[in-house]
């Protein structure tokens, strides 16, 4: 069925116009300053847009749902993460195919993939994590990139002994990303430092939640973006530093790219909202957030959001990782190092910036859209099909009241956590209709799409 969104403020990363967005079948196909429902086939529906903003569809670039990790599996699946993210306003998330140092890549492409085509309501697509890298690797790593559009990796400097990757690896993954086009996307923490500092806090009996960030302080990840840096200089790869949570890091970055390596940077919504003092909670509820790196002072917001406002932080992401409280992050009850580290946001994202940056008057509309979805699109090889409303463009489109207040409560959240990390703040803000593909499929909160709508997004390695 066609659909005429009418009367909106049509908000794309470089421009704000007044618009009507005509869509047929799953792209838009006229965006033009007044269109005639009159004039087009009978059938149209139409979306009153008055005073409505009208955002292209946001893509969260840091998504985990199948996570076997730290003892347990992250408590979402593709149906619920999905879901939450469509009524947030996400249509696109690019997952992390998270497989263990004895897993080959291609049966973990295998796993991820039979569960998102099983349950994903929105467009996906996947950044392969590369644990091990040996001939098998490099072999069946070249075959997901050219047969099945795998255009992005992920390494962990972290995770020391689970998921790290080591120097002697990345080398050669780095040199395999650079000739193949493909871009890498790294957790950037010191692995042998946090594993020091842990065990030193643990043996003086500093075992809570508030001892997780004191074990992996900002110099810990400044010195992973330098170490990540470094690397990529010496073999010209192309790097992208995922999670980036205080200055230190992004200065490192930004003097990186200042040598000529091509390094640009993600922030996620908890970084940008919460702070230390939440993993400080008392009788154990600061679990609810210790994830890595860990939420640090307060005092790193400003930095943060000035980074994205002068845009030499190119996305916000979430780091979506949901674990519940009750039987999950209570497993760290007598060691903060056994706590599932994560926090579930990919529902909140896009109304955190829009309450937290553009309301509070950090940055403007057209930069929360290029943070939070152009950008995503540009560096991962979506773009212009995703990232943007434009005529031949997917039809995939929010349409946003900027007006309407609340909080953010557990009891909205479609994931399956049972707590939510920003249980009371202030909202303002609300995704009213989200679109994907030219179908309705959540309104005001509430997922109406059909089950397992979602398709997957084959990539071509740009970099
Ligand atoms: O705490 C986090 N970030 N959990 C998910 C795994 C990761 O490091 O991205
Ligand atoms: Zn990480
Ligand atoms: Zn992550």
């Not at 200065?251 to 993993?279: F, K, Q, T």
Request: proline share 5%; glycine share 8%.
């Amino acid at each position: 069925m066609p659909l005429l969104i009418k009367n909106g403020l049509v908000v794309n990363a470089d421009s704000q116009i007044r618009a009507d967005v005509y869509v047929e079948d799953e792209t838009i196909s006229r965006i033009e300053p007044s269109i005639d429902l009159a004039e087009l086939p009978a059938g149209t529906n139409m979306v009153d847009a008055t005073d409505r903003l009208v955002f292209p569809g946001f893509i969260d670039p840091h998504v985990h749902i199948n996570l076997p990790f730290m003892g347990t599996n992250a408590i979402d699946d593709h149906d619920s993460a999905t879901q939450a993210a469509l009524v947030g306003g996400t249509t696109t998330i690019i997952e992390m195919i998270c497989p263990g140092p004895d897993d080959e890549p291609r049966a973990a492409f295998e796993t991820w993939m039979g569960l998102a085509e099983d349950g994903a309501n929105c467009d996906y697509s996947f950044h392969l994590s590369v644990v091990r890298f040996d001939a098998l690797a490099d072999q069946q790593i070249r075959e997901l990139v050219a047969d099945h559009g795998v255009a992005s990796f992920k390494i962990f400097l972290a995770y020391k002994g689970a998921l790290d990757i080591s120097d002697s690896n990345l080398i050669p993954l780095l040199e395999l990303a650079r000739d193949l086009g493909v871009i890498v996307t790294a957790h950037c923490e010191n692995a042998e430092a946090i594993d020091a500092m842990q065990r030193r806090l643990l043996a003086d009996g500093k075992t809570g939640p508030e001892w997780h960030e004191p074990s992996r302080p900002r110099s810990v990840e400044a010195s992973g973006v330098n170490h990540l840096c470094t690397f990529a200089e010496l073999t010209g790869a192309h790097v992208y530093i995922v999670h980036t949570s205080c200055k230190a890091a992004l200065d490192e970055a930004i003097a990186a790219r200042g040598r000529g390596v091509n390094v640009w940077v993600e922030s996620v919504a908890p970084h940008l909202v919460l702070d230390h003092s939440y993993a400080e909670r008392p009788g154990f509820e600061g679990a609810k957030f210790v994830m890595s790196p860990p939420l640090r002072d307060a005092e790193e917001h400003d930095p943060l959001w000035k980074g994205i406002a002068d845009r030499s932080i190119s996305t916000i992401g979430t780091d979506h990782a949901p674990f519940n409280f009750g039987d999950q992050k209570s497993m760290g009850r007598e060691a903060f190092t056994a706590i599932p580290n994560g926090i579930p946001s990919v529902q909140e994202r896009v109304d955190l910036v829009h309450t937290y940056g553009v309301d509070a008057g950090r940055i403007d509309l057209e930069t929360m859209v290029d943070a939070c979805s152009t950008q995503a699109a540009k560096i991962f090889g979506l773009f212009p099909r995703k990232g943007v409303i434009a005529v031949g463009s997917d039809a995939d489109l929010v349409i946003y009241d900027p007006s309407f207040e609340g909080i953010f409560d557990v009891a909205d959240s479609l994931s399956k956590t049972d707590y939510s990390g920003y249980q009371g703040m202030r909202r303002k803000g609300r995704a009213e209709v989200v679109v994907l593909r030219g179908r309705t499929v959540a309104r005001n909160g509430r997922f109406v799409g059909e089950a397992g709508g979602g398709r997957y997004l084959g990539r071509t390695p740009s970099h």
